[in-house]
């Protein structure tokens, strides 16, 4: 019966310092993008998110709390 080898493992990459990222510039106002803002609460939890249009930002809104189980 055969001897079962195994292929050589890589060598280890070194481990290097992480790389910056600069910061993300400020993001526009909401009323400056066209975009709506949208907050509701369920079940005690207060959330908010924006959208292009309010359909949409309620859409994301039952989403999450659907996803999340609120």
């Known amino acids: 019966m ?6 050589p493992k890589p ?4 481990v290097t310092e992480p790389e910056t990222v600069p910061a993300a ?3 526009a106002e909401p009323e400056e ?3 709506v803002t949208v907050t ?10 924006t959208g292009s249009s309010k ?8 989403a999450y709390a659907k996803a999340h189980n609120l």
Do not use: Q
């Open 40 to 49: 509701r609460e369920v079940n005690g939890h207060r959330l908010s998110t």
């Open 25 to 27: 510039p400020p993001a």
């Open 55 to 62: 359909a949409e930002a309620n859409r994301t809104l039952d």
């Open 33 to 35: 993008s066209g975009m």
């Open 2 to 7: 055969p001897s079962k080898r195994t292929a």
């Open 11 to 14: 060598a280890a990459k070194p």
